[in-house]
């Protein structure tokens, strides 16, 4: 949602960017299914999504591919930031 803003999006509401985050992860999930090359399962996550963060925000393809890039930012420090406090919190 934010970034959808920041890049201009038409539409960077929650329901808008709750939607093209759901339907990401199912792609991501599908393609990990489907495919067995890593490589490829990245390629199609990526241009998939940048598809669908195109579409449902809104946006051009270009500014997609920088709303996916924020978003998976952002999921990065949350996994690193929630694995840091699994491990404080196991006297680790």
């Known amino acids: 949602m934010i970034a959808a803003r ?4 038409e539409r960077p509401g929650y329901g808008a960017a709750l939607a093209a985050v759901f339907l990401s992860t199912l ?4 393609a990990e299914k489907v495919l067995s090359d890593l490589i490829a399962q990245y390629a199609l996550t990526l241009i998939g ?6 579409r449902v925000l809104g946006t051009t393809f270009v500014r997609a ?9 952002i999921m990065a420090v949350i ?10 919190a196991s006297g680790a």
């Open 6 to 9: 920041v890049v201009g999006a």
């Open 27 to 30: 792609l991501g999930l599908g």
């Open 49 to 54: 999504g940048m598809f669908i963060y195109a």
């Open 65 to 73: 591919f920088l709303i996916s890039l924020v978003s998976a930012v």
């Open 79 to 88: 996994v690193f930031v929630s694995i840091l406090l699994i491990a404080a």
